[in-house]
């Protein structure tokens, strides 16, 4: 059985393994499976903007089907000394910058409490068949979702199916509802 650490470093190296073409197909594909999900009646939608660099799921897929439905989009901006995030409505004026770790946040903005949100979709690395989920190892989604509403949804993205083996949670850990991967979701 491996530990979440090692689970995080595997799925880091599988996912450099991944070219730009495979990136942006696998990404289209969970773009195309969203749409088939009955999560569009919500109004507010927190999305995660990718980090290239970690070749995170291209989230610019979703941002168009989210716009092109007209429903509220809003980002974060991570503050590593409280390891918190601040919300921030997506409009045409905000200003998108990468910070120091390569993550594109917006500079200021409208901020969205936190009791809004309805759907958060949701960084990962790995999950399991129970929703869990193993992030950065930081907890700043952890964090997140504890403060959102109960049913507000959480949507995992991910290129990978999940693990054969479940994870062990902490007591502080958030489980998804829905994982939405390039061939399939998986509710829990």
């Given at each position: 059985m491996m530990t979440k650490a090692e689970i995080r470093?595997?799925?880091?190296?599988?996912?450099q393994h991944l070219s730009a073409l495979q990136i942006e197909e696998n990404s289209i594909a969970i773009a195309n499976q969203a749409l088939q999900l009955d999560i569009w009646q919500h109004t507010y939608y927190h999305l995660f903007l990718s980090m290239a660099r970690h070749k995170e799921v291209d989230t610019s897929m979703l941002l168009h089907v989210l716009q092109g439905k007209d429903k509220q989009v809003v980002v974060s901006k991570t503050h590593f000394k409280t390891h918190s995030?601040?919300?921030f409505l997506l409009t045409d004026a905000t200003i998108i910058k990468e910070n120091s770790f390569g993550i594109p946040e917006p500079q200021d903005?409208?901020?969205?409490?936190?009791?809004?949100i309805d759907v958060v979709f949701v960084p990962l690395l790995a999950f399991d068949q129970n929703g869990h989920r193993i992030g950065y190892g930081q907890g700043?989604?952890?964090?997140?979702?504890?403060?959102?509403?109960?049913?507000?949804?959480?949507?995992?993205?991910?290129f990978f199916e999940p693990l054969d083996q479940a994870?062990?949670?902490?007591?502080?850990?958030?489980?998804?509802?829905?994982v939405i991967t390039p061939e399939q979701h998986y509710w829990f």
């Open positions: 470093n595997l799925y880091k190296q599988k996912r995030l601040s919300h903005g409208l901020e969205v409490p936190v009791h809004k700043f989604y952890d964090r997140f979702l504890n403060e959102c509403r109960n049913d507000t949804l959480k949507v995992g993205l991910s994870l062990q949670p902490q007591t502080h850990d958030v489980a998804l509802d829905v």
